[in-house]
Structures are given as structure tokens and as C-alpha cells.
């Protein structure tokens, strides 16, 4: 088949991946530059694989999938080039004393949620210290095993390295998508079937009648920083009376800091106030990042609906994916998965699709 995806961001990446490997032929087309270009919202992203500790806004499918993508990842990173990293050593809930009350009320949350086997660990302080000798202030910790982390970053150049041989049409916005068809730059361009991957960009030409012309933009921060003599071996979340704040470490003693959600659609650059109790709550887990240097702040918009949950529309020839929120790396190999298999297209048993 000769399939069209709308957008070159970890959906239309992951889509083009899983279906030049199945044989089919594929063109992409993306507003942005090139490969690199980090316009995408996947780009600003630390790659948490954090399906537990997402229940407290998700359902039981986000859950699933999650799960199940973490399991995909497993097979899907090994096969890209690079090596991109990829661990699922776990992940730590944590929090100071004074904000015990709050942190024990979101940890019941996920608890009344999640099956028996992903439910928190409590952690003592020792036990805590054992884990990852340089956190230190926290005085309640849950260990969370089933989870882990990708860098996002990797992953993107490995996905279009993977998949380079699909026709790759940077610089070209699509205007208009419907059933075997995407327009760009008033030309018409028909395909056997075609999936709208554009997250934010499917707003302007949307249908009001459409199931995804609610989508909005949650602004997300993130810092990238260099700590030599700090030591992290999995993600953390601290529950801050603010934010969720997450620390992620990446190689070469780089670490992610950032919040999970900002209900806004502004795009201008990290305020004072974000970076101030972003980065004095990472330094109040890891006391050794007082020495840290800021490499790189960043923000992005993620697509979010209505109800935070992500939406696949079928029809007979085309596909739209939206709705992944702050989710996107976590679930986006089960919901592309699953998007091939509703569109009715034929893959191969190797592990390219898995649904």
C-alpha cells in the first residue's frame, strides 16, 4: 500500500517505522526543517514510561497501554540505530514531610486504581538510600518496579534513520486531510490511506463535527542539566504542593528537570517563577545539583482533549491520532500499534506490530 502520514512527531515516526518495515511505502509531510528540527512536542519530553504513577489522570487504558508500550520499547529500541537508552529499572515517588498529606492522598489515588502488582512500595528512608545513596531531604518514598525511561532525544533521529527509506517531505504543512487524501500547498496528493498525526496542527482545518476539535495546547518545561558528581539511576517524581516535578537522568551526568503540565498555550521561553521551583525542588531531592549548569530550558505544547485521554478516529481511509497529552512517549507504540490494525493494514509477524 502507498500510505500518507500528516506529522513527523513520535506518532508519525513510530507510524513510518512500523510500516516500512512491514513493506508498504510511506510519505510523510512536516512543517518543520528537517529531521532535527525540534518544533515537535516529542522533542521536549524526559521519556518517563510511568503508566502507574500517570493514574492519577489517567484510565485503565492509558494504564494497558503504557504497560504494553513499555514492552514494545523493549523490542523496538534494540532494533534502531544508535542504541538509544532505555531502562525499565523502575521509578520513586517521593516527598518532604510537610507534604505528606497531599502525597498520601495521590499515592491512594493510584492505589484504588492500579492492579495489586503495580501498586506504590512504600520505602523507608534507608531502604530509599540504598536505592540512590545521593537523594537526600525526602522523608517518604514509594518505589514504583514496573517502570522505566527512554531519551526522547535518541529516539527521534533513530526513528527517521530506521525509517529513511519512506519519502520524507519537510517544509511542507498539510492544509487539509479526509478519506485517502492530504492536501499540501494546494495540491491534492491520494494514497491507499492516510493517518493525521499532526496533534495541535489538525486544529485549523478541523470539522466542528470531528471527535478532535477540542484539542488544546498544555504547555510543558523542561531543563536539561550537567551534575559530574551526581548519581541517579532511575526517574523520580516529587509531589510538590505546585507541580509534579520529575528528575530524569540521561547520559554523561545529564538530568531532565521539568513539571508535568501547565494549563496554558503560551510558547514563550520558561518563566523566572518555573525555573526558581523547578530547579530549588530538584535541588531539594538531590542536594549534589547546587553545582549543576544549565544546559538547555525549553517549552513545548502537548495536544490534550477534553477529557486527557488519547482518541484513535477511523473511517474507511484515513486514521486520525490525537489526544496523547502528557502520555505521548509512554503509550505512542501500543496506540500506533493499534491505529495499523483498525485501518485494516497488513504488517508482519516480526514484532513491527503488536497490538
Excluded at 297 to 322: G, K, Y
Amino acid at each position: 500500500m502507498h500510505i500518507g502520514i500528516a506529522g513527523a512527531g513520535v506518532l508519525g515516526r513510530l507510524l513510518a517505522w512500523r510500516l516500512v518495515r512491514a513493506g508498504h511505502r510511506v510519505t510523510l509531510f512536516d512543517p518543520a526543517d528537517g529531521p532535527l528540527s525540534r518544533g515537535a512536542a516529542g522533542w521536549t519530553a524526559a521519556g518517563m514510561l510511568s503508566p502507574s504513577a500517570e493514574l492519577e489522570c489517567a484510565d485503565l487504558q492509558v494504564f494497558q497501554d503504557g504497560l504494553d508500550s513499555i514492552d514494545m520499547w523493549s523490542e523496538i529500541v534494540p532494533a534502531l540505530p544508535g542504541a538509544p537508552d532505555f531502562d525499565r529499572r523502575g521509578s520513586l515517588l517521593l516527598a518532604h514531610r510537610g507534604d505528606g498529606g497531599a502525597a498520601r492522598r495521590l499515592v491512594d489515588q493510584i492505589e484504588r486504581k492500579a492492579p495489586e502488582a503495580h501498586r506504590p512500595r512504600p520505602l523507608a528512608v534507608t531502604s530509599l538510600g540504598e536505592l540512590e545513596p545521593d537523594i537526600h531531604g525526602p522523608s517518604l518514598a514509594w518505589f514504583l518496579p514496573h517502570e522505566g525511561a527512554i531519551d526522547p532525544t535518541q529516539l527521534m533521529p533513530a526513528l527517521y534513520e530506521s525509517a529513511k527509506t519512506a519519502d520524507w517531505r519537510w517544509n511542507q504543512p498539510v492544509q487539509d486531510v479526509g478519506e485517502g487524501f492530504l492536501t499540501v500547498g494546494g495540491r491534492r496528493h491520494v494514497f491507499d490511506h492516510v493517518f493525521d498525526a499532526r496533534g495541535l496542527g489538525q486544529r485549523p482545518a478541523k470539522s466542528p463535527a470531528a471527535g478532535c476539535s477540542d484539542v488544546r495546547g498544555v504547555r510543558g518545561e523542561i531543563f536539561l542539566v550537567r551534575a559530574p558528581g551526581v548519581r541517579l539511576a532511575r526517574p523520580v517524581r516529587l509531589l510538590h504542593p505546585r507541580h509534579r516535578v520529575y528528575i530524569v537522568p540521561r547520559r554523561d551526568h545529564h538530568f531532565v528537570i521539568g513539571a508535568s503540565e501547565i494549563e496554558s498555550e503560551d510558547r514563550s521561553p520558561v518563566s523566572l517563577r518555573s525555573t526558581v521551583e523547578l530547579l530549588a525542588a530538584a535541588h531539594s531531592v538531590l542536594p549534589g545539583l547546587a553545582e549543576a549548569r544549565i544546559v538547555r530550558a525549553e517549552t513545548n505544547l502537548r495536544p490534550a482533549l477534553r477529557d486527557n485521554l488519547p482518541l484513535i478516529e477511523q473511517s474507511a481511509r484515513l486514521t486520525r491520532i490525537n489526544g496523547l497529552f502528557r502520555h505521548g512517549w509512554m503509550i505512542a507504540p501500543a496506540m500506533t500499534a493499534r491505529a495499523i490494525v483498525q485501518a485494516g493494514i497488513l504488517v508482519s509477524s516480526s514484532g513491527v506490530s503488536s497490538a
